[in-house]
C-alpha cells in the first residue's frame, strides 16, 4: 500500500461496471464522497443498464458508459469499430484530467487503462491480487460478514473520508412521475386499497442462474391471494419482457385479479411505480434493491444469497423483511461470486412456507414502522 496524499482532489472517478444492485449499493459512497469534496468534479463509469440511476444523481457530474457487450459486437463485426468505440471512451476520460480514480470493479482492467489515461491516484480493492495496477490498495478476500455498503464505508475511512450509513439512492425524472400517476390514475388503482407489487422473477445479472434464486410461482401467488383477501390489496406483477411468463405464471394461480405491468415500463416508470406502492414482495436482486431506494416497504426472498451482504440496506431499517432459511447449514452457498450445483434441489427456497411470507407482509401492512 502508498501513503495517502494529502491534497483534495479536484476530479474524482467513481468506476463500477457491475448492475443494478451493485450501483445502488455505491450511491451511499457518491453521497459521502461529494460532501467530503464538494467542489470536486465527480464522474461515474457504469455500464448502460445502471446508466439511468446515475443520470439523475445530483451528486454525479457525468456519466460514463461502457457497454462490454457492445464492443465485441462491434470487435466482432469490424475490429477497428470495435477499437474506435473504445478510444472514444477512452478520449472522454482523458480530457477529464481525473485526478483520483475510485475502482469498485474488484479486478485489473479499469485500474490498467487508468494508469494507462494517466489518472495518478486509483485506488480499489485488492481482491484476488488483482489489484496490481491500482496505486492504493485496500485488501479483501471478497464480501462476506458484512454488508456490500458497510466495506465500501471501510474503502472511504481508509481513505480518509468519513461516512454515515445513507441510504441507497436513485431519482426518476419528474417525466417518469407523471407518467406513474397517471398510470395508476388510468387503472383504477386507488389509495383507498393497499397497492402492493410482487415481482416474481427480477433482475438480469445473474444471466442463466438467475432461476436457482427465484421462490416459486405458486407461493407468490398464494401471498397475493392472502393479501386481496385480508386487505382487498391491488396486486401489480412487475417483470421486464422477458419476465412476462413468469408473471403470467403467477397470475394464472392467483384465484383473484392481477394488473400484469410486466414488459410495459422503462427503468424510470418502472422505478417510479415502485414509490407509489405499500408493499413489495420480490427475491433477492435490483429490483428488490430499487424498491429499498424509495423507501417502499419491502418483503425479499434469499435461497443461496447472505442477506447480510446483498440484503436490504441497511439491514436495521424495520420497513424491510428478509425470508430466509437461515437453518440450513448449506446456505449461503453463492461464495466468491459463484453459486455452486445444488444437490439439496434448491431447498433454500422450496422449503419456505408461503404462510411466512404473508405473516411477513401483514406486519408490514399493519405496522407502521419508522
Known sequence: MWARPRSAPQRILIVNPFGIGDVLFSTPLVSAVRKAFPHSFL???????????????????????????????????????GLAYLGQLLSEIRRRRFDL??????????????????????????????GRFLSEAFDIEGYHGRHIVDFYWELLAWLGVRGSHERLEFQPSDTDHHWARQWLAAHQLDRHRPRVGIIPAGGVSWGSGAPFRRWGAAGFAAVADALQERFQAHI??????ADRQTCQEVAQQMKGLAVDVSGQT???????????????????????HLAVSQQVRTVSLFGPVDPVVYGPYPMTNPRHRVVCRMELACRPCYH????????????????????EV?????????????
Do not use: M
Not at 236 to 241: C, V
Open 43 to 81: 464522474g461515474y463509469l457504469c455500464n448502460r443498464r445502471t446508466e439511468p440511476v446515475l443520470k439523475t444523481n445530483p451528486h454525479v457530474d457525468e456519466v460514463f458508459v461502457y457497454e462490454k457487450d457492445d464492443a465485441i459486437r462491434l470487435w466482432r463485426r469490424a475490429p477497428l469499430r
Open 101 to 130: 480514480a475510485i475502482d469498485l470493479s474488484l479486478g485489473e482492467r479499469y485500474s490498467f487503462l487508468l494508469r494507462l489515461l494517466g489518472v495518478p491516484r486509483r485506488v480499489g480493492f485488492n481482491y484476488k491480487a488483482r
Open 236 to 241: 401489480l406483477l412487475f417483470g421486464e419482457a
Open 266 to 288: 422503462n427503468l424510470g416508470g418502472f422505478v417510479s411505480l415502485l414509490s407509489e406502492l405499500d408493499l413489495v414482495i420480490c427475491n433477492d436482486g435490483g429490483p428488490l
Open 336 to 355: 466468491q461470486f459463484r453459486l455452486p450445483p445444488c444437490p439439496y434441489e434448491r431447498a433454500c427456497l422450496t422449503t419456505i412456507d408461503a404462510a
Open 358 to 370: 404473508i405473516e411477513a407482509c401483514v406486519a408490514l401492512l399493519t405496522e407502521a414502522p419508522n
